[in-house]
């Protein structure tokens, strides 16, 4: 699972804060890249999405921008992985 952002946005600080009160750690559980303007992972987002935005989730054929989808689509995939 790849999360885009850039830390300077407060949408990716909300999904990488509810990541971490899920427990979920950054390189084991998912992998941060920085896509802010300009940066190859930016580049990599719209090639992808078809978008400019962040942030973006990638998880298999999964792809998605919106903050609280992303959060609610890995809680939900965290419980149907616990079951």
């Known amino acids: 699972m790849k999360l885009y952002h850039y830390y300077g946005c407060p949408y990716c600080a909300y999904v990488r804060e509810?990541?971490?009160?899920?427990?979920?750690?950054?390189?084991?559980?998912?992998?941060?890249?920085?896509?802010?303007?300009g940066t190859p992972g930016r580049d990599e987002v719209v090639r992808l999405g078809g978008l400019s935005q962040v942030p973006f989730l990638v998880d298999g054929n999964i792809r998605m921008y919106e903050?609280?989808?992303?959060?609610?689509?890995?809680?939900?995939?965290?419980?149907?992985e616990l079951v």
């Open 67 to 80: 903050s609280r989808d992303i959060v609610d689509y890995v809680r939900s995939r965290k419980k149907t």
């Open 18 to 37: 509810e990541f971490s009160e899920m427990g979920l750690l950054e390189g084991k559980d998912y992998e941060l890249v920085e896509a802010s303007r």
